[in-house]
DNA sequence: TTGACATTTCGCGAAATAGCTAATAAGCGT
DNA sequence: ACGCTTATTAGCTATTTCGCGAAATGTCAA
């Protein structure tokens, strides 16, 4: 069984990644594209918000290279780059209903 | 295939977990606290912090369900509650490596 | 080039988060 | 009860994040 040694030094960059999943918007937005890519006028509708918000979301998931765009003409396509995150909702989901709230 | 359906309902309480993780600080507890349970103090020397700053993560932590704790005399042992928490490393690791940060 | 459309960047105020010190609570030994 | 230790809560300030509208960027078509 191989153990799970993390260096201290990535923290900060592993932080980033769980940071960018901690908002329920673009918790949606990663749901979302798990089914395919989408433009960000899709995803603006999806949540909800102002495309500037949206796209700044995006940003964030791009940043921390949880998604990858893909520019074509005037539009820009999103897509999860690691599909493994979705993993991670199942386990999320075991934590909450451990408590049942 | 499962597909994994998420409840838009439960992406306020599934993004909390999340952003109970992204902290630097607090990813560090996890990491040591997958190694078996701790006392407040032994975390607070491990991160580096006042005893109040690690107990108010801790309460996060335990807020989103990831944590629990147990009164022993005057510490408080802190243990992990969800093993698959550490399956997210695994990934995150996978996230980061794609792009050479 | 002009106009329409899609997206991003900027600048702002409001809200949340982080970390400290001081204060409070609770257990243990004497 | 008293002092010592451990931990949590409260109060405060500094920093970050959020979401909007306005402005800038970029692309295509006429």
Redo the contacts between chains.
């Keep these: 069984m191989a153990r799970?040694q993390?260096k201290?030094v990535?923290?900060?960059?592993?932080?980033?990644?769980?940071?960018?999943?901690?908002?329920?918007?673009?918790?949606?937005i990663v749901?979302e594209l798990?089914r395919g890519e989408r433009c960000v006028c899709d995803l603006a509708a999806l949540v909800g918000s102002e495309m500037p918000t949206v796209s700044r979301h995006l940003s964030i998931l791009k940043n921390?290279?949880?998604v990858d765009d893909d520019k074509r003409g005037t539009q820009v396509f999103y897509r999860l780059?690691?599909p493994?995150?979705?993993?991670?909702?199942?386990?999320?989901?075991?934590?909450?209903n451990?408590?049942g709230?």
Excluded: W, Y
């Excluded at 990535?10 to 949606?28: E, M």
């Excluded at 493994?84 to 909450?96: I, Y």
């Design positions: 799970i993390l201290p990535h923290f900060k960059a592993q932080a980033q990644v769980f940071k960018a999943l901690g908002h329920p918007g673009r918790l949606l749901d798990s921390a290279g949880i780059m690691t493994c995150v979705m993993n991670f909702f199942k386990c999320v989901s075991a934590v909450r451990r408590e709230a």
